[in-house]
């Protein structure tokens, strides 16, 4: 979702260097926001961990470096979108072109609450494309989702409702096992807990807002997470950034990786400690710079640090990448570093159980000290928790700001995540949620080896439901996001500034809930959108993963 | 989407070049190239130590980090309190703690809106077509059809050309400060904003200026100064946004600002008002629009409201409203609507639903106001209570008239005011406080709500029952023979106890 204004011109310079950097496979780039993993980008293992055991020798992910010429062509044509854009800015300044965006009237003596340049890419690039986010779903987050079909009479700066609807296969929720239902017994539960608590709380935590059934929650996530104990929050983005401060402070140092999410870099900076990020799932630089931070202690006054947490998501949602978690736990204890892991896109997806990453590699939780994730993806719901040690989850508890200062979950959200969870560990008696979660793995397997063997350029893990698609261009953003719905499939495209400038691409999130019918469906609609947009961009051998050794529950 | 932009840094950049005259580049180059050549020269000083690997695993081997967090017993009194009242069923008008039923005087329900039948039906047929989590950002089909609804049902009852919808309360302001108020900007902030705001506040990296709690004449007093500062330095003034940021109602005083000074302010000074109604919004005004329609003042005055659906809608989640130019911006912006789920589609039905009621029966609003006076008027005079809050304010604070030197002993002294008004049916909560966190601590105490539909009896309960928890529990403390203070504490629990 291009989320930025302004600073193009910057983001431009700085992009080009990165594409002579693309080109030299070992030359590392530092900085923290543009520098992606640059170098490490063969197809296949990339680490240098040759005395570890099995995890690493399984451990297929494929970053596949970006084709010189497209990267030329790419910043050609962002070239000329900032060229066509300064005009049409003259133009609008002249009053030759209307200017139809909703511009701030001029206040006498007021400073602007806004400058012009700022919003320049809004207004010249993402405006342009407007149509592929934010569409309106009529329906459930279920595998068909009904859209209701938007129309701009004004080039993007407006939508209406045309009152048409498509009913389109859903590539883009994040109902990732399947949960997200408005049938079955889950809902029931859901329905009669709404019926009997209502759906207000209007309390915090600590001023009796705490009720038997965030009782029930707490403990049931502890007892899935397998930790000592846990607390939940109604946000999962909250959970981050309302809880982090009050694990580290100044004279603290967080190692946070470079492509954290918003809520753990806003999480961080409220804790007042000192950030600093490493690169991408590199466990090189992360073992660098724990070095370097236990050696050398806190700038200028070479005191030894407080505490030293690494955080890290489980699995990284716009690349697709699984946390290399063995690595982080062996570092963890060489440096005695704390690890906060974020399992958001993990939690219920991944593992032989569904409990995340932790549990993909086989790990035991209690070596993990913060164990995070929401509920808004596999478990269909909404909120976060955190799980952990005894004395960590009663030390939020008495001083975590979402517990005091915000209001608690409401019941019937909880009661989804109770449900679903139950279901996941088969507590319902019934092995619905191993059937899911097989699924999943399955689909998962399924749906990268076709895309890949295909000729695509697929980032990320094998295993990893996230599944991000190269396109490069931001031209081909808005069309393959236009044709693949006109096709009937709903996808998610994101450009800059959330992911580097010339790497926009793609996302499909798969679901245990998308038949094997669907997925070769969706997989003919990208090879139709595909060949119109050329984007058989890969170069490697595709490679020799498959879902053959998946079991199904029938 | 693990990528916040920083675009003001760049800007003062482009700024400063472009105005600087010819001479003080030339200067400043002759600089960089002295700076460069000192550090060349420097490199090569024999004295610089670089540890060697077998050095490095010592020291690594040395260093001892702080336990993660300390060690928080299980009989910490705040958990000890939240488990001992941990509410069964639902958290309305009366609540059951332990098997007995309580009026409820410590939630936000303040027009009743938890448990209302109407609201429940809504959120289940809600439930049935959307099911319960939205899966997704607004950005990635998380915008279902009711959260246009309810943005469009928002604006149109404030009045404002456009609202955005958060899915949390805390998340709102939080994220809609910092979308505006960069680096270098300033802001004049209330000394007892609610601590989203101070997150909020922090997370802009702004200049934040303190005034003291609705004390006008300070406010006009650092507007002054600023003014005087512009004059002298007029090429930054001109790109320094300036802000003020009160509430309505303040939770943490249960006082209403004085909004026609803040907005003569404004005009006079030049600077934009936030204002977050968490309180207000559904309380104050004719028909609850807030403290706008409480002091009758155009909307148009303020640059932007922050409201919250959690206190008297009882839903989950809040909104920010005001002109399509500013609201717009939070869209690709405000970090908390950006990168998190949506609102799960049948809180947001809930909360359209609580709207049309409140819209359809500002009955509610006229008891509530009554109620609280009624209150109000009742506690005034009691003794050892200290009662903090507007008469027409559904929150009131219950403080100490002597506290004593000890922040720890007052609050003790106040649980165990709540323990014996639990024990009589009456449930209350101490106000709570990250001590070391706050910006302006204020000294313990207890914080009554009102609901709307209390009736004449129970109001007399409550007070009855407050003015005796006070008064017992001071008596008690007052008698046991004081050698330590929290000793007696101790003690004085323990009689209680026994006495029960
Ligand atoms: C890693 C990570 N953490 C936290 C969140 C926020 O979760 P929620 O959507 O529940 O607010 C997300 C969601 O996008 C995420 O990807």
Redesign the interface.
Known sequence: ???????IN?KLEDNKKDVLCTQMPESHNNRP?NGHKNGLRSNGKNGSHTSQSRWDEDFFESFEETPLLVAILTYLGYGLLVVIGQIRDLMRAYGIEKDKS????K?E???????S??SFY?RNV?RRIRDC??????????TR?T??DRDSCDYGWTFELTGKKLNVM?F????YLGF????GPC?DQ??AV???????????????????I??ELDLLVAEFLGVEAAITV?????TN??NM?A?VSKGSLILSD?????????GS??SGALIRTYKHNDMDDLEMKL?DA??NGQPRTHR?????LIVVEGVY??EGSIIRLPDVLRLKK?????VYLDEAHSIGAMGPHGRGVVDYFGLDPRDI??MMG????S????GGYIGGS???I??????A??F????S??P??AQ?VISVMKVIMGKDGTNQGMKHIRQLAWNTRYFRKRLQDRGYIIYGNKDSPVVPLLLYMPSKVAMFSRETLKRGM?T?V?GF???PLIETRARFCLSAAHTKEMLDEALKIIDDVGDLLRLRYSSLKPPDFSEKDIQLIE | MAYIPATWDMYDLIQGVLQAPWYHMVFEVALILLIFKIYVSQSFSPEKTVLTEKEKDLLVEEWQPEPLTPNVPDDHPIIQSMEKYCIEGQNGKYITVNGKSCINMSTFNFISMVGNKQIQDRAVKALRVYGVGSCGPRGFYGTMDVHLELEDELAKFMTSEEAILYSYSFATIASAIPAYSKRGDIIFADENVGFAIQKGLIASRSHIKWFRHNDMEHLESLLIEQNKADKKNPKKAKVTRRFIVVEGLYLNTGKICPLPKLVELKWKYKVRIFLEESMSFGVLGETGRGVTEHFDISRDNIDLIAGSLENSIASVGGFCCGKKFVIDHQRLSGLGYCFSASQPPMLAASAIEALHILQEQPRLLVDLREKCEKIHDKLKNVTHIQLIGDPISPIKHLMLTEPASDRDLDMHTLEMVVDYAMNEGVALTIARHLDSEENNLLPPSIRLSVNCELTDEEINKVVSVISDAFREVLQKLSSVDMKSPLDSVKQGDGEQIASR
């Open positions: 979702m291009a989320t930025g204004r302004g600073s910057r926001k909703c511009t701030e009237p206040l003596g007021f400073v602007p609450l806004y400058q340049w700022e809004t993402y986010w934010n569409r309106v779903v009529g329906s459930k987050p279920g989702i859209i209701l859903n883009g929720s994040y109902n997200a239902e408005n049938s809902c859901v329905q709404t019926e009997k608590y209502g759906v207000g709380v209007c309390a915090s935590r600590q001023e009796m807002g705490y009720m038997d965030h009782r109604p946000m999962g983005f909250a950034s309302m401060p694990l470079e492509l954290n999410h918003a809520s753990l870099v806003l900076r409220l070095r236990v050696c030894p640090w407080k505490k030293i949602s716009m060489k440096y005695k570093a704390y000290d913060i929401t509920f808004t993806k478990f269909g719901s909404a005894k004395s960590l009663n030390h939020l508890r008495t001083q700001h979402s005091i200062y915000s209001t979950m409401s019937p959200v989804q709903a998610v994101v500034p959330a992911t």
